[in-house]
């Protein structure tokens, strides 16, 4: 079999961005007026949609729909300094860009864009899936389905 394609996920592989989820879910917790996270609350949410760890985070269905509103109304644009690429992040794409096709597959929604635009690293993919892109969050295949048909 020859290999025609590498695909990464966004938070964990080409960023660690525990900081920056830290950051933006404190600051929808503080605006409903709720403690920041535990450390529990934090591993959870380093590895769920954010539609997911608001539900996690806000078990009252009131509170929840203003973390929803809070949600819409807080730009993650202003914690995206907190992201931080992977050692040797973009010295790997090169190599890879330079024989492969390359994708992303990830369940962040309509932050991926900028984020890659941020640390110039969208010039290495080909194609990028958000969570925005399917019916079914990763760990569902479809994400990786649409790259291959791309």
């Known amino acids: 079999m020859n290999l025609k394609a590498i695909v990464f996920d966004c938070d964990g592989v080409i960023f660690d961005s525990?900081?920056?989820?830290?950051?933006?879910?404190?600051?929808?917790?503080?605006?409903?007026?709720?403690?920041?996270?535990?450390?529990?609350?934090?591993?959870?949410?380093?590895?769920?949609?954010?539609?997911?760890?608001?539900?996690?985070l806000v078990p009252d269905s009131s509170l929840r729909e203003k973390a929803y509103f809070a949600r819409k109304n807080i730009n993650y644009s202003q914690f995206l300094?907190?992201?931080?690429?992977?050692?040797?992040?973009?010295?790997?794409?090169?190599?890879?860009?330079?024989?492969?096709?390359?994708?992303?597959?990830?369940?962040?929604?309509?932050?991926?864009?900028?984020?890659?635009?941020?640390?110039?690293?969208?010039?290495?993919f080909d194609i990028v899936i958000s969570a925005l892109d399917v019916q079914n969050v990763k760990p569902h295949p479809e994400a990786l389905y649409k790259i291959m048909h791309n």
Do not use: W
């Open 18 to 56: 525990r900081e920056a989820n830290k950051a933006y879910y404190n600051a929808i917790l503080k605006s409903i007026g709720l403690p920041p996270m535990s450390e529990e609350q934090l591993n959870f949410a380093h590895c769920h949609t954010v539609f997911e760890v608001i539900d996690y």
């Open 81 to 124: 300094c907190y992201m931080k690429p992977e050692p040797y992040v973009t010295e790997i794409l090169k190599i890879f860009k330079q024989n492969f096709k390359t994708g992303m597959a990830t369940n962040r929604t309509d932050t991926i864009h900028n984020l890659l635009k941020q640390y110039k690293l969208d010039k290495y």
